[in-house]
């Protein structure tokens, strides 16, 4: 199996992990204690492996803003996710970055696009429109929400130059979770303050299991960023709005419209095409 294929099938394996972590996220009472958890447990994680990879060479200045650009990044998501219900925040967020991507990764980096991924990408946008626009989404929650999307562009970007500019990929996505980890983890811990630690105390084994799939879920998406094309495995990844999506009406029993329908439904379709693009 080629590069390609083998990149694609982990962007898919990624967006399904990551509808779960979202999911643990959302259904926290103290959404960034719970971000906290996560991301402090991702960090210890990995330490040991700091042993054992070389250090990302030629990277530390991505990894310097990319670490910048997820601080904002999980700030607008946990304030997406205080406002909106998980079936109309997640589709919005997910669907709005890899149109941003792909434009960024085109412009900017010269990075190859075919008129099919640019028509999967196209899907996906119309169906952002259609869940973000419904009379029901609370516009606060979609600025929120779209801000979100943003910057999930930009640190994608980002992050795809900074895994291929590493020595290698585990290399970057080790130091990257130490970053994450020992960096932000620390400084939503204190923002928190005494009620990080009652938090802690209610949920730290939901904030460890989410922490290892949070490793898994981005680790595989950096190893195939490094592998393949930033506008079409940028949105691959958005099939994670399906399992979100299933997992918000089923688990947490939140009300799925048929406007929202639609829009995920026309995320889906976009998904389908950029897998079957050359």
């Not at 990080?196 to 949070?214: D, I, P, T, V």
Request: aromatic residues 8%.
């Amino acid at each position: 199996m080629t590069a390609l294929p083998v990149a694609a099938l982990m962007m898919l394996a990624s967006g399904a992990v990551h509808a779960v972590v979202n999911a643990i996220l959302k259904s926290g009472r103290d959404k960034m204690s719970s971000r906290a958890l996560i991301d402090g447990f991702s960090g210890l994680i990995v330490l040991p492996a700091v042993f054992f990879v070389p250090l990302p060479i030629g990277a530390w200045g991505w990894l310097a803003a990319s670490g910048a650009v997820h601080l904002v990044y999980l700030v607008c998501l946990i304030k997406a996710f205080e406002r909106a219900d998980m079936s109309v925040a997640y589709p919005i967020l997910r669907g709005v970055a890899p149109l941003l991507a792909a434009v960024a990764a085109v412009t900017l980096f010269a990075e190859p696009i075919g008129w099919l991924t640019a028509a999967g990408i196209g899907l996906v946008s119309v169906g952002v429109l259609v869940v973000g626009l419904g009379r029901q989404v609370d516009r606060r929650a979609l600025g929120w929400a779209l801000a979100t999307g943003t910057s999930i562009a930009v640190y994608t970007v980002i992050d795809a130059q900074g895994v291929r500019a590493a020595p290698s990929a585990f290399s970057y996505i080790v130091w990257m979770f130490l970053l994450l980890g020992f960096g932000i983890g620390l400084i939503f811990a204190l923002w928190r303050g005494p009620r990080f630690l009652l938090a802690a105390r209610a949920e730290w084994k939901s904030g460890l299991a989410a922490g290892a799939l949070s490793i898994v879920t981005y680790g595989l998406a950096l190893w195939a960023l490094r592998l393949g094309d930033t506008p079409r495995l940028a949105a691959l990844r958005e099939t994670s709005i399906l399992f979100a999506t299933l997992i918000a009406v089923f688990i947490l029993k939140e009300r799925l419209t048929g406007g929202r329908l639609a829009g995920i439904l026309s995320i889906a379709a976009g998904a389908a095409v950029l897998l079957v693009a050359s």
